[in-house]
């Protein structure tokens, strides 16, 4: 397995979790990254997108503010804080490497094994 997310979980509303993808990609410390969402009968959007050096991060309009990316290229994890969450985050959560300059997500290539986070009203 080259990408695997965890620490998904269920949270109520307002609360926070921490999400890490451990990478065993060599390319890892070269590779721009993305944190992804798929909620039920819904299209995979992105998240949030890092830059390979840590410099540079994008998020989507709907979780600016509330969610944070990270990345620790000496230990080949990505991160993603998120706080103050809404039930509307409730998704299956992906880390995948791409382009930083795009959040479609058929840019990015290889996908780890999402994780569920679930956000109780």
């Known amino acids: 397995v080259q990408l695997q997310a965890s620490g998904g979980g269920l949270v109520q509303a307002g609360g926070s979790l921490r999400l890490s993808c451990a990478a065993s990609?060599?390319?890892?410390?070269?590779?721009?990254m993305g944190w992804f969402r798929q909620a039920p009968g819904k299209e995979r959007e992105s998240v949030a997108r890092?830059?390979?050096?840590?410099?540079?991060?994008s998020y989507a309009g709907s979780v600016k503010g509330r969610f944070t990316i990270s990345r620790d290229n000496a230990e080949n994890t990505l991160y993603l804080q998120m706080n103050n969450l809404k039930p509307e985050d409730t998704a299956v959560y992906y880390c995948?490497?791409?382009?930083?300059?795009?959040?479609?997500?058929?840019?990015?290539?290889?996908w780890g094994r999402g994780t569920q986070v679930t956000v109780s009203s």
């Open positions: 995948a490497a791409g382009p930083y300059k795009y959040s479609d997500p058929r840019r990015y290539d290889p």
């Open positions: 890092i830059d390979w050096s840590g410099t540079y991060t």
């Open positions: 990609l060599r390319t890892f410390s070269r590779s721009a």
